[in-house]
């Protein structure tokens, strides 16, 4: 997982920690949040995630302002 500057990690509601990390998971489909407690209040980036067994899945969040 990987985030810009950073973010919590949560696999199916589960805090994982801190991206940008990796982490071993099931195989299947999961709900990866990534969220980012700004000065403005948090963000918050929800991904929808298959993972093929014996594979990997990569997921970016990117905060950064525009």
Avoid: M, Y
Avoid at 7 to 16: K, M, P, S, Y
């Amino acid at each position: 997982v990987g985030a810009n500057p950073w973010g919590e990690v949560f696999l199916d509601g589960r805090r994982l920690g801190r991206a940008p990390n990796e982490w071993t998971v099931p195989a299947g489909a999961h709900a990866v949040d990534v969220v980012f407690p700004g000065d403005d209040g948090e963000s918050r980036r929800r991904f929808s995630v298959e993972v093929p067994a014996g594979d990997r899945a990569v997921v970016f969040a990117d905060f950064a302002a525009p």
